[in-house]
């Protein structure tokens, strides 16, 4: 400028020019100011401090700062009360909601070539035939235990049946046996009662606190002895009859055939008779049942089970073709063929 002008003006400064987000940043409260249920921005890059995944529905924790999955931090929450990373004291109202892009996720190294794509196909391969190979087993066990369930139960219902038939035959046992007996006369019995053939008399307590029961009077023992004496006389008397085999004969009898007629639970024969005319043999037995047997067949002609008690005789009679039986149970049946 020339000496004596005017100099010019200042230059006014020029004005700041201020960032946008600069201020947005600066105008935004903080994180821990904001109150629960507030939501902000943060990049879906983050990822859970439990599971280490990106979660699918963050939260924040205004308390730590730190990022969790929703599930797993209130199941953490419900358990212990406190922040899994930095052990405080952590509640639900502690939680924000944090909103994030739905990206969606890249495709895994595998996939982005033909060899990664059958390895990934190898493996789905290999764990259906492990599953499968799994379940046969699982089957195979379910199938043995429902086989053995059900013997089980075919064997109780076997069971319930034969308890159900025995109870049922000593139903019937017992009303005939009621039938059969005498009804005794109504009143006290003066000494004695007699109860199943047998008389008890009064129970009587000794000083030791044991019943006391009463022997064989002198009486009895005299008629008893006197009775075993005419009866020895008499059997010294009998002489052997002629027509008996001799014991040399005995001995040289060989067993020829033999045929179970009646129920081994309850063996023995008390009674038999041979028809000699038709060579037929009938048997009574414990077990309360007469049997025709053949002998020439080998077969049973018939069984009689009209008895209750053991059969004590039987005896044919020829003229008429009829077999009588006598029973204890004071029952005398005839069988006609």
């Known amino acids: 400028c020339a000496p004596g002008a005017n100099p010019p003006p200042p230059s006014p400064k020029p004005t700041p020019r201020r960032c946008h987000h600069h201020c947005r940043r600066r105008r935004a409260r903080p994180l821990e100011a904001q109150p629960p249920g507030d939501t902000t921005v943060v990049s879906a890059a983050m990822i859970c401090a439990i599971s280490g995944e990106v979660p699918e529905d963050p939260v924040l924790s205004t308390n730590s700062g730190l990022l969790f999955e929703r599930r797993l931090i209130q199941r953490y929450i419900e358990d212990h ?43 789905e391969w290999d764990a259906l035939m492990l599953s499968n190979f799994a379940l046969e087993q699982q089957l195979h066990t379910a199938r043995q235990e429902l086989s053995h369930a059900l013997y089980q139960h075919d064997a109780a219902c076997r069971v319930i049946a034969r308890l159900k038939k025995e109870r049922d035959e000593s139903r019937t046992l017992l009303a005939q046996a009621e039938r059969q007996i005498p009804i005794s006369a109504a009143g006290p019995a003066p000494v004695a009662a007699v109860t199943n053939g047998k008389r008890a008399l009064e129970d009587e307590v000794g000083p030791d606190g044991k019943k006391i029961r009463p022997g064989i009077n002198p009486v009895i023992i005299d008629e008893l002895t006197e009775c075993n004496s005419v009866l020895s006389a008499q059997r010294k008397k009998r002489q052997v009859p002629p027509s008996l085999a001799p014991i040399d004969a005995l001995e040289r009898y060989t067993q020829i055939s033999s045929h179970p007629l009646h129920k081994t639970n309850k063996p023995g024969i008390l ?24 002998r020439p067949s080998g077969q049973v002609l018939c069984t009689l089970t009209d008895h209750s008690k053991k059969i004590t005789s039987l005896k044919f009679v020829p003229r008429d073709e009829l077999l009588i039986t006598g029973s204890a149970d004071k029952d005398c049946p005839c069988m006609a063929r």
């Open 81 to 123: 009360g406190k922040c899994p990373v930095t052990k405080e004291e952590l509640a639900m109202d502690d939680l924000v909601t944090v909103k994030t892009n739905k990206i969606p996720k890249p495709r895994p190294l595998q996939a982005a070539s033909v060899p990664g794509l059958l390895g990934m196909f190898q493996n």
């Open 271 to 294: 009674s038999i008779d041979i028809h000699h005319s038709k060579d037929i043999i009938a048997t009574g037995g414990i077990d309360t049942n007469a049997v025709l047997f053949d």
